[in-house]
């Protein structure tokens, strides 16, 4: 099978919303042609079919998939992850992780490839936002334990100054693969995104503060698609279809 046809066949089998078909697919290539001609094939999918595969990631097992994504491949695949109403964010920690920290990968190459592009920063907000407490209290007192931190929010020169500060805990000390060692990266290597995604996660916690106290679901009408026919590796939310471009 020549790679256009492969393409072919791998773009109708996500829009008819057999992703594991898909990956299926992916991994036969890599497994008769070698790991080169599976990387000419994801290179020629457009980013919406990238983040079909991926997303749907299993901790049980590698995905070659995954380990063949360059920086800058997994960075558009995950700028328009929002666009599926994913509101507990499982697939894109779950793909993030996998990916950014695979074993042969460098973390600071994907996450710079994430930040280069709009909606880099809102995207790393999405991966923080159930941690933001003490995503703020490591950016205020360089620790994750929100009873050493006062509370007090300071301003965006504070936390330039205190993101060039000396660490108060090694990367080795949160070497998890998973958010702590994430916002260590950001917070000590890339400073300046570290910011942007804090200034961004502060404004999510705003609106939702506000969305409360008006009695509304801060949720509602957001512009995103509902996941219930996504997950599972079941389809691909019609709104990529349109919208991919402007994403990325």
């Known amino acids: 099978m020549n ?15 057999d992703i594991v078909g898909a990956e299926s697919a992916l991994v036969e ?23 079909a595969v991926i997303r749907e990631y299993d901790n049980s097992r590698s995905s070659i998939i995954n380990l063949m994504l360059t920086p800058e491949q997994f960075a558009r695949a995950v700028v328009i992850e929002k666009q599926y109403r994913d509101l507990t964010r499982t697939h894109l920690r779950g793909m993030m992780n996998s990916v950014i920290f695979r074993d042969d990968g460098d973390p600071l190459e994907f ?3 994430i930040g280069d592009l709009e909606g880099g920063a809102e995207a790393l907000a999405d991966y923080f936002e159930e941690k933001w407490s003490r995503i703020e209290s490591f950016a205020r007192c360089g620790s994750f334990d929100a009873s050493e931190d006062t509370g007090d929010l300071i301003d965006e020169d504070d ?46 916690a705003r609106a939702f ?6 009695g ?32 990325i």
């Open 3 to 17: 790679h256009l046809v492969l393409i072919e066949k791998t773009q109708s089998l996500i829009a008819a919303g």
């Open 111 to 113: 996450i710079t490839a």
């Open 29 to 51: 290539l890599a497994d008769s042609q070698g790991d080169g001609a599976l990387m000419e094939v994801i290179a020629q999918l457009p980013a919406k079919d990238v983040l």
């Open 216 to 247: 509304e679901d801060p949720q509602e009408d957001d512009g995103k698609v509902e996941t219930r026919d996504t997950d599972l590796g079941k389809a691909t939310p019609a709104a990529l279809e349109s919208d991919e471009e402007s994403a």
């Open 209 to 214: 503060d506000l969305g409360q106290q008006d």
């Open 159 to 204: 936390l330039r100054a205190n993101a060039y500060a000396r660490p108060r805990i090694d990367q080795d000390e949160v070497a998890d693969q998973d958010w702590m060692q994430l916002a260590w990266l950001l917070r000590y290597e890339c400073p300046d995104l570290f910011i942007e995604v804090l200034v961004v996660l502060r404004a999510k």
